[in-house]
């Protein structure tokens, strides 16, 4: 096994120049073991931020850093340091970066975050104060990627915040992250939480759960999205059984043209949230 050895190496920004740094060289160094196991979800508590994009974002949110690696040729000086005042940098020999990466083309940087940790009294606090009043509420939604869109979208329309159903991907991992394009370490997103017991809070809060349902005798332009609700929607396989359909105060339909028996969820989830934004007047420019 190779050891960690240390260089006399040009250090980006404030790490230093023309100094004795070590620059792990290892594989089996305890860090990227460690950054391997956050990238392949076995830490709960801690996420996998990589990318120069993703990585800013990160720094410019709430989200507490833990620790940020940085391949020996990445030269971003103004993202090193702005993750060196968060947090302890650590640089990785070009050749092993890429073992730590979940991306083919890796640009870099990885910081490993605490993740973010929020409730469903975090997302009803928001409501009355949100462009639209709405929380969505997404039941056993499995891809990933798909998750990282609809916390984009959510977060463009205005919601108030996204709860996602025990059962579905993980809202933190590296591809919802990059899918989300860092919108779910701004907006509050709520885990875990069960079908009833969405309602029940729902209810409690004053918000009306919705869903959409094909044939339902609503159009989905003509319900009041002025009024307070939860936008229930059901996974990207299944949608909701007629039983979680039943359970909700209201259904509506999104009209389709040429026999088309769905949409995508995420575009359905979009048409919804910017219905609701558009009749709480505030369109997008």
Known sequence: MTANVCFAVQC????????????ITSRDNARLVNARKVRDGRVRDSIFVEGRRLAGEAVRSGVAIEECLIAESFADRELIDAAAARCE???V??????????????QGIVLI???????????????????????VFLKEANNPANLGAIFRTAEAAGVAGVIV??????????????????????????EGVA????????????????????????????LDWQRPRML?????????SDEELAAVDET???????????LNLGVAAGILMFEARRQCGICAE
């Not at 975050?113 to 929380?135: I, K, L, Q, Y």
């Not at 025990?166 to 709520?190: E, F, H, Q, T, W």
């Not at 029940?200 to 003509?222: F, H, I, N, Q």
């Not at 229930?232 to 909701?240: M, N, P, T, Y």
């Open 89 to 91: 940098v650590s640089v």
């Open 165 to 190: 159903s025990s059962g579905s991907a993980d809202a933190y991992s590296p591809k919802a992250l990059r899918g989300a394009m860092g919108a779910n370490l701004r907006l509050p997103i709520v």
């Open 113 to 135: 975050a605490r993740r973010p940790v929020n409730t469903p009294d975090d997302v009803a606090a928001r409501v009355a104060s949100a462009a639209a009043p709405v929380v």
């Open 252 to 262: 509506v339909s999104i009209p389709l043209a040429n026999d088309v028996e769905s």
């Open 232 to 240: 229930v929607l059901g996974s990207e396989a299944h949608g909701l």
């Open 195 to 222: 079908f009833d017991e969405a309602l029940a809070w729902a209810r409690e809060k004053g918000l009306l759960p919705t869903a959409t349902m094909a044939g339902a005798s609503a159009s989905y332009v003509d």
């Open 93 to 106: 020999a070009d050749r092993l970066f890429a073992s730590v990466a979940d991306t083919d083309t890796p």
């Open 12 to 23: 980006p920004a404030n790490l230093g120049s023309e100094m004795q740094r070590e620059v």
